[in-house]
């Protein structure tokens, strides 16, 4: 009987050291909480570079490490980050197809954080400019690195 009961108990505090750490609920969290604390340390973030870049801001409690509400922000912030480049991206693309006298086929148009960069080659300098001057026109363009070139 007293077998019985040690076990019981043991089993009883295992199950409540494991409900201690069982999943957040949020999949992606749960796969970069190595060691399952409960929370990210910047060390299990090192391999998200965007996660690594908002940990410091997102670490609303400034424990060290992002709990599972933390961690969503630090994601939409991104996310919004994502969509606002591609809105940018668009916008210059768009412009760029309209522009008379710029072939803008000939262009690469990549955002990041509002930096915009135009590559390609085109048939010569005016049309470098002006394709530089659309792109720097835009909305939201922090700065346009043109390394278009000419053929």
């Given at each position: 009987?007293?077998?019985i009961l040690a076990a019981v108990l043991i089993a009883a505090c295992a199950s409540t050291a494991w409900a201690q750490k069982s999943k957040s609920g949020n999949s992606a969290f749960d796969a970069m909480d190595k060691n399952?604390?409960?929370g990210l340390s910047k060390e299990e973030v090192v391999g998200d570079k965007e996660?690594?870049?908002r940990f410091t801001?997102?670490?609303?409690?400034?424990?060290g490490s992002l709990n599972v509400d933390e961690f969503i922000k630090a994601n939409q912030d991104n996310?919004?980050?994502v969509l606002a480049d591609s809105a940018i991206t668009t916008k210059v693309k768009a412009l760029l197809l309209?522009?008379?006298g710029v072939p803008s086929a000939s262009v690469s148009v990549e955002t990041y954080e509002g930096r915009v960069l135009l590559s390609?080659?085109?048939e010569n300098d005016a049309q470098i400019a002006?394709?530089?001057k659309v792109a720097a026109g835009v909305s939201g363009v922090k700065k346009v690195q043109n390394n278009l070139a000419v053929k």
């Open positions: 009987m007293q077998r399952r604390d409960g996660l690594s870049k801001r997102f670490d609303a409690d400034k424990d996310d919004k980050r309209v522009e008379k390609g080659f085109l002006q394709a530089g």
